[in-house]
């Protein structure tokens, strides 16, 4: 078998992706490599196919536990042998797993660092033929990266016991030059082929939002996606616990994880999470190393992170399986100062020297203070980032919130200097609170009981407002015109390049958002990015969700994510391409022979029972297109794609979830429907439509009389459950109006489901 044998075979793909090729080549022809690719890119396969072609073992070192599990589990669903060893194993099944291996029934073995140096795994490997050797997230070998591990290190020393060095393959997602060399370096990679694809990941859409209740965003977010998966990262573990509460509080069920919660909690949250049970995860940055759920949808940080890397890291969980996905920053400007007192609050690391953890923290704020500028740019979101990881590309994506925006610049560099004349009279005994009520005028008992009133610039930028004020300040503070103390007071004080301005060399300019209605802007995004299942027409669409039913069936009896069974994107394409056999089935991407033996039956029957074996189109545009668009990364191609949106539908699971009362009037009864659909694809419905069809089946009547309009409901309509109740107008008359009662309500629903 060849390489591309296998990757159709195994993985069910028919081409490889961008660089793949190139670093299994090399692999291939006994060449180290360093792929230094996104996440998302597809490194797995870049080792797992030259594994499955070597005569030895491949030996994978990752330092996360979860990450294993979950490979290996995919590997086994592939029909590919492997296994991993690490410390969620006890030692017998170590052992046992040690003395597999060394029958050579594993082609892959994944395996801890810690566990290098243990005599066992020793004495295993001096007799085992161990063709390659590959580091996954090689960046944790470098002390430049954020997440240097010194167990790394341990790798080399396992090289040096070893009588033949294999072939050494080294992949990470995150790497700045620094961080490149040392992987080479510290490895001892020799003349390695190096690849670094670029770090950008063109589905997803970049986000930074400011809204004025944050916990609103996020609950209305989540319910604008229903059914979506999506993770809500928090700073603290007090406001990850308090948002729980909250989605809690508003019908949301979602799964929670942060370091407060035992052992156990947290892996059934996590699980809980993976197999979609619940698909809303809110949590803080201890979520997420090596979680792989690829239908991650969005990812919206509660707060702002601690630095770009960070950021790129836990926004990139979204869209791994390559459709257009969400990342939404929602900033506050504390965040400056929760993030500056976590820094400063983190538990040294004993491993380091006094002077290393100085130098560590200069580090981390100088980090801070880039990722705050990520959150007050104007500019493209994406060029930002992209230039930050040394990667110069195109000035504007449209695809992230800036590039949708349209910006007002305003010179204040008058108001500017006022701010510092205040800063400076305040000498530096108050923070940004004081300095802004003092600038604005404000007459809050803590500004006049400090005296402010008598300041001369008391009130000299009334004008602006305190929420602008603040808001230049922190420009200011940000692009290094003032400085704060670094406590947590953050007293404000004078800077290196307070004098620019002063002096009237420098020009300060405020850039605003002039910011679309948000319909629009979300309506932009998605035609601009649209989903993989957007191709599908209603009936395509309903099908989708019959095979997404049955996926969690399997899922559930076999206890995998069901991810790992087919991902959406699979199942999309066999509502497209509809296969009625077996050939059929292994033209679909995604399908491989031996997933097409464990699954491809159940998937057969319900697509053969769905269209009574009559092949129809499920999907708007033609096949190659239909395809072709499965295949690509992120964007479809330009203006060529449908936006076309269907009437007003539901699935059969929508309606499940339909929220019955007591009573609706038309209105809020379409207001509830609107809610379950899927906004990106499928039109709103009004009471409007309602009240038409009601009247339509005879249900009500319109009669005028006194020159009055008004509805009444009929004999039939009574029966099906409409009555007539009181409402009050705003001008406090009582008038009648119809409701709909439960039953009427079912009603509805009813006839909304698409067949
Ligand atoms: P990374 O490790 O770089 O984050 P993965 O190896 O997990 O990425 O791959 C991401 C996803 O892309 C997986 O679902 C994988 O099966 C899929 N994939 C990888 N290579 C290809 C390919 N050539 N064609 C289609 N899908 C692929």
Redesign the pocket.
Known sequence: MDKHEI?KKY?G?S???KG?ETLIDAVLSGRDVLGV?P???????CYQIPALLFPGITLVISPLISLMKDQVQSLNQAGIHAAYINSSLTENQIAKALKLAAKGTYKIIYVAPERLETYGFLEFARHAEISMLTVDEAHCISQWGQDFRPSYLKIVRFMQELDKRPIVSAFT?TATENVQEDIICVLGLQEPEFLVTGFDRSNLYFAVETPKKKDDYVLDYIKDHPGDSGIIYCATRKSTDSLYEKMQADGILPAKYHAGLGKEERRENQEDFVYDRRPVMVATNAFGMGI?K?NVRYVIHYNMPQSLENYYQEAGRAG???EPSECILLYSPQDIMINQFLIENKEPNPEFTREELAAIQERDAERLRIMNYYCLTSNCLRAYILNYFGERGKETCQNCSNCQKEFVETDMTEEAVEIISCVKELRGRYGINVAAGTLAGARRAKLLEYGMEACKSYGRLSKLGEPKIKRLINQMLVEGYLDSTKDKYALLKLAARTDELTEGIGKFTLKEAEQLPQPERKQDSASGNRRKSDILNSRGLELFDRLRSLRSEIARQEALPPYIIF?DKTLVDMCVRLPFGRQEMLEVNGVGEHKFQKYGEPFLREIREYTGEEKEKLYFGDLEEASRYGRKQGKPSGGKAKTAKADFFLTRNQAGQFPYAQKYLAPELGEKLNELRDPEWVKKTSGAEIIRRSQELGLSEEKAANGMRYRVVTEKGEEAGLFLGTRISKKGTEYEDIYYGEKAQRMVVEWFISP
């Open positions: 990757l993985f793909y081409q490889f992706r793949q690719m996440t998302g890119a597809g490194k797995s396969l997602a792989d690829s791994r399986d390559g991902s």
